[in-house]
């Protein structure tokens, strides 16, 4: 238990549905992120918020919309995915964010299927 | 561009030694990480190093050579829990993590 939430931890859905991804941190952290992780590829970090302000946008399709209503939850809107979005997404938090040596915690994932 | 690269899978006998390494190119830095993910569980933090020279955390030992751009993750009395996978990252000059591929790391009785 990290203190970092995810919901669902599973999800199948078809290219033409919408869903929403949620992750909720009891940290206190200030700092949250999203990242995307493939079968034996590195870690694809998404999107970061800092003080619930995006901070960070790696090029992402604009089928995945983020939201962070505070700094303690952040969601990630899907519509019209792809098959090759199939993945495990991970939400993780920070203190700071922007600071050396800010250790991130991670929650447990969502396994994302699209057909 | 900026990279990480760390071995794909090693294998290891219980009770033994084993050091995974880690190579990293990036815009700035400012320290590495390693973090250990089983399973179909989140990746946990195991150690953080910013100067050079070894830190040792129990079992777990994190060395790091800036000069170099290497780092290595080392694990004493292996235990059939560390089965798991090795995540180098290190942080660039705009504090983002750029991570590797991870290591699968097989313990064997």
């Known amino acids: 238990e990290t203190g970092v939430t995810q919901t669902p931890r599973h999800l199948v859905m078809g290219m033409t549905n919408k869903k929403s991804l949620k992750c909720e941190q009891h940290?206190?952290?200030?700092?949250m992120y999203w990242y995307k992780q493939s079968a034996k590829k590195p870690l694809e970090l998404m999107f970061v918020?800092?003080?619930?302000?995006?901070?960070e946008n790696n090029s992402v399709p604009s089928r995945f919309s983020p939201e962070c209503p505070n700094s303690s939850h952040l969601f990630l809107h899907l519509h019209t995915l792809q098959p090759e979005d199939s993945a495990l997404y991970l939400c993780?938090?920070?203190?700071?964010?922007?600071?050396?040596?800010?250790?991130?915690?991670f929650g447990p994932g969502t396994r994302l299927t699209v057909l | 561009g900026q990279n990480i690269d760390q071995p794909t899978e090693m294998t290891a006998t219980e009770g033994a030694i084993v050091q995974i390494n880690c190579t990293y190119q990036?815009?700035?830095?400012?320290?590495l990480f390693w973090y250990q993910q089983h399973a179909g569980e989140a990746p946990t933090f195991l150690s953080y190093?910013?100067l050079d020279g070894l830190e040792e955390k129990g079992r777990f030992s994190s060395f790091l050579s800036r000069s170099k751009g290497y780092s290595y993750l080392l694990l004493k009395e292996l235990q059939m829990k560390d089965s798991a996978s090795y995540l180098c990252?290190?942080?660039?000059?705009?504090?983002?993590?750029?991570w590797g591929a991870g290591t699968k790391l097989i313990i064997k009785p």
């Open positions: 940290l206190g952290h200030n700092a």
């Open positions: 918020y800092n003080f619930k302000e995006q901070t």
């Open positions: 190093n910013v």
């Open positions: 990252a290190a942080m660039d000059s705009n504090y983002q993590l750029i």
């Open positions: 990036t815009s700035g830095f400012n320290g």
């Open positions: 993780a938090s920070s203190s700071f964010g922007g600071q050396g040596g800010d250790e991130q915690f």
